[in-house]
């Protein structure tokens, strides 16, 4: 096996790279319970999955693996203090087929709809006005807009979480994380309005999206 430095597969036989946690991205964050996406010397994202399997932990201690499936959801509900969908996420419920129902406005919905209702959240979510949602769905743009004005209706909590962060953005010129962490928004104070309607989703998105950055990367320090 190749490396950049002796250091990182000791002569012991230990793995040990560093994690740099303070970089961008959270994609591929974990690979088969192991935290890899920002590790270096070796990079551990590249190696093969039948090597990454084969790393277990030193004595006395235990991998841990974090489901973080559904957290900018349920991040963007605990802000929001929507309960209808915290306590859900909390039971173990299927939350996308809850929304679905809600979205459609019948009790049961088929894995289809469920789908659906995973396309709207998390564009909606993600700062969506509906047209990703249209564009991924392939149906009409004011089908997609409806989608998401549905989801804002059935959980008001959420539409006045956004519209805050989208108002604290447009004051100050920047938004910010549950944590603190800030991100500056120049677009917001543009002469431009398709640059300030870019600018106010990604005031949005960067606050949920960072947000679970922020917590992911906080869990393995």
């Known amino acids: 096996m190749k490396t ?3 250091s990182s597969v000791q ?7 560093v994690y740099d946690l303070t970089v961008d991205g959270t994609a591929s964050f974990f690979a088969n319970g192991i935290l890899v996406h ?3 010397d070796p990079s551990v994202n ?5 090597v990454r399997s084969s790393i277990i932990p030193v004595e006395g201690k235990k991998f841990v693996f974090f489901d973080w499936s559904g957290a900018e959801l349920y991040l963007a509900a605990k802000w ?3 309960e209808p969908l915290t306590s859900r996420y909390e039971a173990g419920e299927d939350l996308h087929r809850f929304i ?5 406005g019948r009790e049961i919905t088929t894995n289809e709809e469920r789908e659906i209702s995973k396309v709207v959240s998390f564009a909606t979510i993600y700062g969506s ?11 009409d743009r004011g089908k997609g807009v409806f989608y998401v004005q549905k989801f804002l209706a059935e959980f008001p909590e959420i539409a006045t979480l956004r519209a805050k962060i989208i108002a604290y953005a447009k004051k100050t010129g920047y938004t910010k994380t549950r944590l603190g962490r800030y991100r500056k928004l120049p677009g917001i104070h543009s ?3 398709r640059e300030v309607d870019k600018a106010a989703r990604q005031s949005f998105n960067t606050a949920i999206q960072g947000g679970v950055a922020d917590f992911m990367k906080l869990g393995v320090i």
Do not use: F, M
């Open 4 to 6: 950049s430095k002796v």
């Open 11 to 17: 002569l012991t036989g230990d793995v040990a790279p």
């Open 38 to 40: 920002n590790t270096k």
């Open 46 to 50: 590249q190696w093969p999955w039948e």
């Open 80 to 82: 929001a203090k929507c």
């Open 100 to 104: 679905a129902s809600k979205i459609l």
């Open 129 to 139: 006005e509906g047209d990703s949602v249209a564009r991924a769905l392939r149906i």
């Open 191 to 193: 002469s431009n309005n």
